[in-house]
């Protein structure tokens, strides 16, 4: 009974260096969404998947990439890390329905830029 | 384009007593509504939503939140607070049809105090 698991749960980097965030999801959701985290700001969209082979941009797209290669996955890259990039990273699925609201979160990534 | 406001950054409430936090939201049309809750460390859950029909709208924890076209707000209430619903609220606004994704409001935290 997994749900949403992001991995991993914390990470520290420095300023240029490139990583992936892993997000798996075991309940055959259709959409996949990656948020942003940040004091004051509520959670802010940073990409999102309708479905297998698909990604779209969301409000924030900027210094991120994404790839949804298979169903269960949805991976968020940094090419080149940037202090502004310091958040906390939310996973979320859902399946293909009316409202097409986030329903299961992961625990979150924290991640450091310094 | 849809926006949400939640007025409140905190709100303290004592043990017992009922809480209401307030969400106003901006869209044209008929908008999807959702209140999730994030306790300290996790991902957000899913409270509550409306997309039509009754007004008022009954979710779990025993949260529920009514929906006021006339003042474009969604506001959560719970009759009686316990220590454990300290959290943070989220309420989120969505477009009817297509694959709009909500947007979140900047949240409120909320206080129990014994």
């Known amino acids: 009974n997994a749900g949403v698991t992001q991995t991993p749960k914390f990470r520290v980097l420095k300023t240029g260096q490139s990583m992936t965030l892993l997000c798996a999801q075991d309940m055959n959701h259709e959409y996949m969404y990656w948020y942003r985290q940040d004091p004051g700001m509520g959670l802010r969209l940073i990409h999102y998947?309708?479905?297998?082979?698909?990604?779209a941009k969301g409000e924030v797209p900027d210094g991120y990439n994404v790839s949804r290669l298979k169903k269960q996955n949805f991976l968020l890259g940094l090419e080149s890390a940037a202090p502004s990039q310091t958040s906390v990273y939310f996973c979320?699925?859902?399946?293909?329905?009316?409202?097409?609201?986030?329903?299961?979160f992961g625990d979150g990534t924290r991640l450091s830029i310094l | 384009a849809q926006s949400v406001t939640q007025p409140d950054i905190h709100i303290t409430v004592s043990e017992g007593a009922s809480l209401e936090l307030r969400c106003n939201y901006s869209y044209g049309a008929t908008p999807y509504l959702f209140w999730y809750v994030q306790s300290p460390g996790q991902g957000l859950q899913l409270l509550l939503k409306?997309?039509?029909?009754?007004?008022l709208v009954q979710g779990i924890k025993g949260f529920e939140a009514e929906f006021k076209r006339s003042q474009s707000s969604f506001n959560l209430r719970k009759p009686s607070v316990h220590w454990s619903d300290a959290a943070e609220y989220f309420c989120?606004?969505?477009?009817?049809?297509?694959?709009?994704?909500?947007?979140f409001g900047r949240g409120t935290s909320l206080i129990v105090h014994p």
């Open positions: 998947s309708v479905g297998e082979g698909t990604t």
């Open positions: 989120a606004v969505g477009a009817s049809g297509g694959s709009y994704i909500p947007t």
């Open positions: 979320a699925s859902s399946y293909q329905g009316v409202g097409n609201q986030p329903q299961h």
């Open positions: 409306y997309f039509s029909g009754d007004t």
